[in-house]
């Protein structure tokens, strides 16, 4: 049983450059979340894909990012033109519908903005 | 953003102690999970609760839903070095299938 695969584990980039995240779930799981953790604080939820439709967006979810999930398979997160204030660790998360509330992440993506 | 609040912040015992923590929200939560975390690494689940007044055991870890719905505890008995790490708290309310997470508690163990 593989769990919830993130790529790349670690990332840094410079300030105004643009970043891709991808994300993939535990292969029966139809929903897909994406979080944002900082130094010290519990991870804070950005968007989240039932199949392919995304269902519901925070307002911590700029312009600058973007979520994809084509295929209701893996999931894509795009950050553009990014910011020092945009590094965190991003998570992905997956669950099934029956059992929504569970979710299950990955070991997420280390981003540093230099 | 919103977060729950988790007390204590940070915890220090021997091991062998056992541990309680808890979490507390000014909103009623109709699910509470517990998460572990370790550094680096995503959250770990380790106990989902769905009803007002469960309470729910995996290995010596026992979490309860509170009766008031805007609360959760979390207890590990006899704990070991390998229960170092931090502790969060997560809740579910209303239609939203996102989850609202608490500001965590460390846990240090000295063998």
């Known amino acids: 049983d593989t769990g919830v695969s993130q790529d790349p584990r670690h990332k840094i980039t410079k300030r105004g450059q643009n970043v891709t995240f991808r994300c993939d779930p535990i292969?029966?799981?139809?929903?897909l979340y994406w979080y944002r953790q900082t130094l010290g604080q519990g991870p804070e939820f950005l968007t989240y894909f039932q199949n392919e439709a995304q269902l519901e967006k925070s307002r911590l979810l700029s312009d600058r990012f973007s979520a994809e999930r084509p295929k209701g398979s893996f999931s894509t997160l795009e950050i553009q033109r990014t910011e020092q204030g945009d590094s965190a660790m991003y998570l992905c998360?997956?669950?099934?519908?029956?059992?929504?509330?569970?979710?299950?992440f990955g070991p997420g993506t280390r981003l540093t903005v230099t | 953003g919103q977060q729950l609040n988790q007390s204590p912040q940070s915890m220090f015992i021997q091991e062998g102690e056992d541990v309680s923590m808890n979490c507390t929200s000014s909103?009623?939560?109709?699910?509470w999970l517990w998460y572990k975390q370790d550094p680096g690494e995503g959250p770990v689940l380790l106990i989902a609760l769905y009803k007002a007044g469960e309470l729910t055991s995996n290995g010596r870890l026992t979490a309860q839903f509170g009766t008031t719905r805007k609360d959760s505890f979390l207890n590990i008995s006899a704990s070991i070095p390998s229960d170092v790490g931090i502790y969060f708290c997560?809740?579910?309310?209303?239609?939203?299938?996102?989850?609202?997470f608490g500001t965590g508690t460390l846990l240090a163990v000295q063998p």
């Open positions: 998360a997956s669950s099934l519908s029956g059992t929504s509330y569970e979710q299950y």
């Open positions: 997560a809740g579910q309310y209303g239609a939203t299938n996102k989850l609202i």
């Open positions: 909103s009623i939560f109709n699910t």
């Open positions: 292969s029966e799981h139809n929903r």
